[in-house]
């Protein structure tokens, strides 16, 4: 099993293009997740889901776009990049929420120009 | 003040070291509490779970004080592959599940 796989692992950008981000798993997880790392900060939700067909948008939403057509897949989209959205992006899934462990993919590193 | 706050280090300690790490959480309502692992660019990965009563996973327990509202993570006889970020987290409910910053921890030979 693969697990948790993101592409790209890494991408500049300009200020104001835009980009999707490819989230996969192969656990049959209803539950996945995007989230942002920055320097000194936790994890910080973007958005989430928790089936397919379903997004929710979590602690830090603008400026992001999800979907989840196929159970397996989460797209994060980035409609019009900006300088502070330079940052590691990760997804994650897991069986249950909250009570359970949640995997994470390697990340992708975004830098915003 | 910050939901999950931990002392973001760095510990710097000697092979065979024991260490100990704490974090606070300020919603009394949290349900469920882990620790995760990670290594320098690279994901978080989970090291245990935190339960009611304690649990330990060879080298590593963890605590959890409801009172005080904190849990803590003991490394016993560190190890060089020991030296990571530990992630305090904290499951307050729904979706909420809040990643604290990380302490940092070097263990050196």
């Known amino acids: 099993n693969a697990g948790v796989t993101q592409t790209p692992k890494f991408r500049v950008l300009k200020t104001g293009q835009s980009m999707t981000l490819l989230c996969a798993q192969d656990?049959?997880?209803?539950?996945m997740y995007w989230y942002r790392q920055d320097p000194g900060m936790g994890l910080r939700l973007i958005h989430y889901s928790v089936g397919e067909g379903t997004t929710a948008k979590g602690e830090v939403p603008d400026g992001y776009n999800v979907s989840r057509l196929k159970k397996q897949n989460f797209l994060l989209g980035l409609e019009s990049a900006a300088p502070s959205q330079t940052s590691v992006y990760f997804c994650?899934?897991?069986?249950?929420?909250?009570?359970?462990?949640?995997?994470f993919g390697p990340g992708t590193r975004l830098t915003v120009l | 003040r910050k939901e999950v706050e931990q002392d973001p280090g760095p510990f710097n300690v000697p092979e065979g070291a024991t260490v100990a790490f704490n974090c606070t959480y300020s919603?009394?309502?949290?349900?469920?509490f882990f620790w995760y692992r990670q290594d320098c660019r690279k994901e978080p990965k989970l090291l245990m779970s935190?339960?009611?009563s304690g649990n330990e996973d060879g080298r590593f327990t963890a605590q959890l004080n409801r009172a005080s509202q904190y849990i803590s993570l003991l490394i016993r006889d560190s190890k060089l592959s020991d030296s990571a970020t530990y992630l305090c987290v904290v499951h307050t409910g729904g979706f909420k599940t809040i990643f604290g910053a990380g302490t940092r921890l070097f263990v050196k030979a």
């Open positions: 656990m049959n997880h209803e539950y």
């Open positions: 935190v339960y009611s």
């Open positions: 994650a899934s897991s069986s249950l929420s909250g009570v359970s462990e949640q995997f």
């Open positions: 919603n009394s309502a949290s349900q469920s």
